[in-house]
């Protein structure tokens, strides 16, 4: 996959979704040896790497600097203009998992350097952008607070890895999101290609996977993509769900070829569960 680049192959790190990427740069996952569990994520990038060294074509490290903060949730936007019923940003941290808790075999934790599925991911055509990444950089999408975490086992050298992002709008703006998200999934069903620097991955599909009953409408994904040299097929899982003017998305992948078949339903309930217990009353 194309999710993260490297200066050659041999220097090349993997992001817990089996993506290469130079030092530096946002990370779809995370940088392997930084972050809170970086011992087990050398040890998932070197076992993965069998398998997904054909992946990309990137011969130049991204360009691009870490944020400044080593947790960019934890600096407040602002709520100006925030429309009816946007929760803030100190709310929304209050509903989304914290570091370090358990969600069945799983542990939380906040990303170790800037936000995952960033403005460094783009697609062609751009009709498929909210596929590949609903950042605020490269969609006309802008949250008033947003909250990122991941989800994996830290036991597991090889696992799945889920991206929980929580995002708040202005007014209609998470509906725009889940409506462009429709129109993405219609139009970008027969394949389409993510973008990042130099590199490029193919999505061969984009097809409808079984959505949860949760919230005001939701949305799910299966992603077909192969690598450069045409011999695997990668598999990821995306699902959006929104309640009123908040959107909980999950983005599941291994560094694996496995097809995990979805994203682990323990991570989208014990989420959703945390986010209406204690979602503020008349709130979005």
């Keep these: 996959m194309s999710h993260n680049r490297a200066a ?3 220097h090349a790190e993997l992001d817990a979704g089996g993506r290469m990427f130079g030092a530096g740069n946002h990370t779809r996952g995370r940088l392997v040896g930084h972050g809170p569990r970086g011992g087990r994520q050398t040890l998932r990038a070197a076992a993965a790497t069998a398998v997904v060294a054909a992946v990309l074509t990137g011969t130049a490290a991204c360009g691009g600097e870490a944020q400044d903060s080593a947790k960019p949730d934890a600096t407040p936007r602002s709520t100006a203009g925030a429309g009816t019923g946007a929760l803030t940003q100190q709310q929304l941290t209050a509903l989304a998992f914290t ?3 358990q969600v069945g075999p799983y542990t939380a934790s906040e990303f170790s350097l800037g936000e995952p599925y960033g403005e460094d991911f783009t697609a062609d055509p751009a009709d498929c952008q909210p596929l590949v990444s609903l950042a605020s950089d490269v ?8 909250v990122h975490r991941e989800v994996d086992d830290p036991d597991e050298m090889i696992g799945p890895s889920v991206a929980v992002q929580l995002r708040s709008y202005a007014d209609d703006g998470a509906a725009r ?3 462009a998200l429709d129109t993405a999934g219609r139009q970008c069903a027969g394949g389409f290609t993510e973008v990042r620097a130099i590199a490029r991955a193919k999505y061969l599909k984009a097809e409808p996977a079984k959505a949860p009953a949760i919230g005001d409408e939701a ?3 299966r992603f077909t993509i192969l690598d450069v040299k045409g011999k695997l097929k990668l598999y990821e899982y995306l699902t959006v769900v929104r ?3 908040t959107t909980l998305s ?4 291994i560094t694996d ?3 995990i078949g979805g994203v682990p339903q323990e991570v989208i309930k014990a989420q959703w569960v945390k986010f209406a217990a204690g979602k503020p009353a008349g709130g979005a």
Aim: charged share 30%; net charge negative.
């Design 8 to 10: 050659t192959h041999d």
């Design 99 to 101: 570091d370090g808790e």
């Design 139 to 146: 969609t006309s999408f802008h949250p008033v607070a947003e």
């Design 177 to 179: 999101v889940m409506k």
């Design 219 to 221: 949305k799910a994904y």
């Design 243 to 245: 309640s009123g003017t």
């Design 250 to 253: 999950f983005r599941a992948g």
């Design 257 to 259: 070829a496995k097809d």
